[in-house]
Each structure stands twice: as structure tokens, then as C-alpha cells.
């Protein structure tokens, strides 16, 4: 497998952490993993292609990581329109490309949620199909989620992208719907729950 992308049902889901969570997990395994934001926007100094280069180690150049910045904390597509920019898509493709020769497999970090538009005409489910890569979705554990994972997992196999697991993030035990939640979404979706991580503060 040459990679994975964990998108999301939402920003601040948890894609980073489980970003760092699964490639520990590949690294224990013998794997030698990159990773990969494709787009970042807002503030340079400690987005989440930083956070991911620093807390694994990376020697990748941070451009590989991230080939596309925008200054702007917006989705990708009004962050450079107001910069006047125009995102240039084949900089990602090329810059996995070369992830790709210098790693084993390669963990693509979404941009919030499938839906959020990188283009006018191009989204975040769009990218993960063009870069031929299956989707990991990270979900809330609690209350709400049932809903956000199956839209997103409809959204996914809408764009032809192959839904490899749930990661369910953020167990508290203090929510009653988290003790159902991921039997009802594979129920549902007949998509597995891969991993449920525990709200570690
Ligand atoms: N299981 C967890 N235990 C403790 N803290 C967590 C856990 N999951 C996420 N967090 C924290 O919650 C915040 C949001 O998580 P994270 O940055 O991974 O979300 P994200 O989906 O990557 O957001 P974005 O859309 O901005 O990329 C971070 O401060 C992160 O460290
Ligand atoms: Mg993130």
C-alpha cells in the first residue's frame, strides 16, 4: 500500500492525532512512514505540517510535507481567493510523488472535512480520489457522530473513494451514546471501526 488519507468529519476532529497516533503505529511495525498536509492555511509557525514534522522526526523538507501555504485561516478555497492566489494542484501531486520514492507508505492529513472546497469545482474528496488513496475517517466518539460518519462516508463513496475504517476519537466515558455509537456506524455503513482512542487529558 502505497499510502492513506485521514480525512475527517470535521476540523479539530483529531486528523493530527491520529495522523501521529497511526504512524507510530506503522513505525512499530517495521514501516518507514512520511507524511503529508497538502494545503495548510492560517499561521505558518506550528501548523499541523510543523507539528507532524517535529513530533515524528521527519528529515523531509517542510515543502514535501507541505506544498501548498495560505496565510489565511479559511478553507482553502475563499483562504486564496482572498490572497489572490490560485492553488496550484499539480504541486501536491508531485510532492507525493516524491514522498513516495523517499518513504514505504505515506500518511496524507486531510483539510477539515471531504466536503471543504479546495476550488471552486474541487474538493477535499476529489483530492483524496486523484491521489488514488483510501480514506481513513476520524470520527467524534460522542453524541452527533452517527450522523457526521455517515454523511461522510456517503460523500466518499459518492467521489469513488475507498473507505478503508473509522477511527473514533475522543472517548471521555462520561458520554452515554459512546458505548453505541461505533456498532450503529458499522451497522450502518458496513465500513469497521479500526481504533477507538481514548481523550488522553
Ligand atoms: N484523543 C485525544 N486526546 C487528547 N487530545 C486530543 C485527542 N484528539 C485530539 N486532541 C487535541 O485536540 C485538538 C484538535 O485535534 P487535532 O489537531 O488532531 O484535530 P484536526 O482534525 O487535525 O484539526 P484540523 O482540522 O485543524 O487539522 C489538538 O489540540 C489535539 O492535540
Ligand atoms: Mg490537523
Redesign the pocket.
Known amino acids: 500500500m502505497s499510502g492513506i488519507f485521514v480525512t475527517?468529519t470535521d476540523?479539530?476532529?483529531?486528523?493530527?492525532?491520529a495522523t501521529i497516533y497511526l504512524a507510530e503505529k506503522f513505525r512499530r511495525d517495521g514501516i518507514d512512514v512520511g507524511v503529508m498536509k497538502p494545503i495548510s492555511t492560517g499561521p505558518d509557525k506550528d501548523n499541523?505540517a510543523w507539528l507532524l514534522k517535529k513530533k515524528l522526526k521527519l528529515d523531509d523538507p517542510i515543502e514535501l510535507i507541505n506544498p501548498v501555504r495560505l496565510k489565511y485561516p479559511l478553507a482553502p478555497y475563499p483562504a486564496a481567493k482572498l490572497e489572490k492566489k490560485k492553488i496550484d494542484l499539480k504541486k501536491i501531486f508531485s510532492a507525493y510523488k516524491e514522498l513516495e520514492k523517499r518513504h514505504q507508505t505515506i500518511i496524507v492529513?486531510g483539510i477539515?472535512g471531504v466536503a471543504v472546497p479546495i476550488t471552486e469545482k474541487y474538493c477535499v474528496a476529489d483530492l483524496i480520489h486523484d491521489l488514488g488513496l483510501p480514506a481513513v475517517v476520524?470520527a467524534r466518539a460522542g453524541l452527533g457522530t452517527i450522523n457526521h460518519t455517515l454523511l461522510t462516508i456517503g460523500a466518499l463513496i459518492d467521489c469513488h473513494v475507498e473507505v478503508m475504517g473509522v477511527i473514533m476519537?475522543?472517548f471521555t466515558g462520561k458520554d452515554r451514546s459512546e458505548k453505541t455509537n461505533a456498532e450503529v456506524i458499522e451497522k450502518l455503513s458496513g465500513v469497521p471501526v479500526l481504533e477507538k482512542?481514548?481523550?488522553?487529558?
Not at 197 to 201: G, I
Open positions: 475527517g476540523t479539530g476532529v483529531g486528523k493530527t492525532y499541523d492529513e477539515g476520524v476519537n475522543g482512542l481514548k481523550w488522553a487529558r
